[in-house]
């Protein structure tokens, strides 16, 4: 069977690689194209998909024409919306009225005809994968709605697959976000076959906007025990060295768009750097760091153990490095909650409520007393038993391991199905049963 990944940027590389890797092994084929930036080309787990046999790997400016990319890259930037903003946004929506739906619409369909093609030639069996497609996805939406009509119109199947996972339980935790209604950053989402989500936290974005049949809830790819086992033979070595102190402690950051209350993270920056034997690590968010205050405060990047990072450090290196996390609603820290790693959920400094505070209630810092008081009592007790034990295995079973430890078996099982979808319709057996999936 054939299937066509769409891969943009770190987040979906990084859940995505897993589905590609096991569909692979599970003797498929398929056709990677790259539609982010460029630099992502060197990345290890891109160079892994291109040692595997069965994988094609293409950067989209190599598959079309010069003049097509030109266009196809131009109608892009006109209406993304992560460029509508002062100064440059007036001219993007000029822009835009000058090159009309109507105008647009030809480079959209010749080249989704040109990269399915490529892919599948005539064939009607085959799968086209995008991760989700949210309002402010760096990818225009316009143009995957094309690619996704055609691709339905040669009788390929369509899917969205994880991009990340739900790191809050609540759901007002950007800035000017002041209502309880559905999000329309997912409202896209319908556009596919099916959708699928690691767990029944992340679905509740989702239903709003489709067919609860078109919903598939099926665990977590990265953070599967499978994944993981493979993922630490692929890391590159890392670039953190251990010193001596006592406890190291990494702080991971969100994006600027959430609500963060920043001087009161620095506080406790300044509360954890204060006491002796201890040294800080602090990660900005791989997209928009620059943009945090935090990370331009001149007087904490003076504290001698204190130190922040960029995004060549990868957040594994940092969590196999660290005894401690400090986390402001992440989910690259679910990792470190599998290996039972403290991972403190600083929910006071920021406006949301963690998934890890809602099922693990001993990792919640509510105050600054809480800092100080797990700190001391790392440093006096050790790093061991900080999680008890029922609800540590609670958030495996419902935020990770969904339906069972064999996540990447349903994730292909799904593929599998979209690829034949008019088969399976006409009452035609598959050649290999797809195993049972946990559709929502």
């Excluded at 599970?26 to 787990?45: A, E, K, P, Q, W």
Aim: aromatic residues 10%; charged residues 25%.
């Amino acid at each position: 069977m054939k299937a066509l990944f769409f891969l943009r940027h770190y987040n979906d590389i990084d859940h995505i690689t897993p589905v590609i890797s096991k569909w692979i092994d599970s003797g498929h084929t398929c056709d990677i194209v790259l539609i982010g930036n460029s630099r992502f080309r060197n990345d290890y787990r891109i160079n892994f998909l291109k040692g595997l046999n069965g994988v094609r790997m293409a950067y989209i400016a190599d598959v079309l024409s010069p003049v097509e990319f030109l266009k196809w890259f131009f109608q892009t930037l006109i209406l993304i919306r992560s460029l509508r903003r002062p100064f440059i946004g007036p001219v993007m929506k000029t822009l835009e009225e000058l090159y009309d739906a109507k105008r647009r619409e030809s480079v959209w369909k010749s080249t989704a005809k040109r990269l399915l093609r490529r892919s599948f030639g005539e064939s009607n069996e085959g799968v086209v994968v995008f991760d989700w497609i949210e309002r402010n996805s760096s990818i225009c939406v316009e143009w995957v709605k094309v690619v996704l009509s055609t691709a339905r119109s040669m009788g390929l199947g369509t899917v969205s697959l994880p991009h990340g996972d739900s790191p809050h339980a609540s759901q007002l935790i950007r800035r000017r976000e002041l209502r309880l209604e559905p999000d329309t950053t997912f409202a896209n989402a319908g556009i596919f076959e099916k959708v699928v989500v690691p767990n029944e936290l992340c679905s509740v974005r989702f239903r709003p906007f489709m067919d609860n049949q078109k919903l598939a809830v099926l665990g977590s790819p990265r953070y599967c025990d499978e994944w993981l086992a493979r993922l630490a033979k692929l890391m590159p070595p890392s670039p953190l060295t251990r010193s001596e102190s006592q406890l190291k402690v990494v702080l991971f950051l969100r994006k600027s768009n959430f609500s963060t209350f920043w001087e009161e993270v620095g506080e406790v920056v300044r509360i954890v750097a204060g006491f002796p034997g201890v040294e800080l690590v602090i990660k900005p968010h791989t997209r928009g760091g620059w943009q945090q205050s935090l990370t331009k405060d001149i007087s904490l990047r003076r504290l001698p153990n204190v130190s922040v990072v960029g995004g060549d450090v990868h957040s594994i290196h940092l969590m196999n490095w660290a005894d401690v996390i400090i986390d402001l609603a992440t989910s690259v820290v679910f990792e470190a909650v599998k290996k039972k790693k403290p991972v403190l959920a600083a929910d006071y400094l920021h406006a949301g409520r963690s998934a890890l505070a809602e099922y693990i209630p001993e990792a919640e810092l509510r105050c600054r007393d809480d800092v100080y008081k797990h700190m001391e009592r790392f440093l006096s007790h050790g790093c061991d038993s900080f999680y008890t034990k029922e609800h540590h295995q609670r958030f495996l079973q419902e935020m990770i391991d969904v339906g069972g430890p064999d996540v990447l078996s349903r994730y292909v099982a799904l593929l599998e199905a979209q690829v034949r979808p008019k088969a399976s319709q006409n009452g035609t057996p598959p050649q290999n049963s797809p195993a049972k999936l946990a559709f929502a």
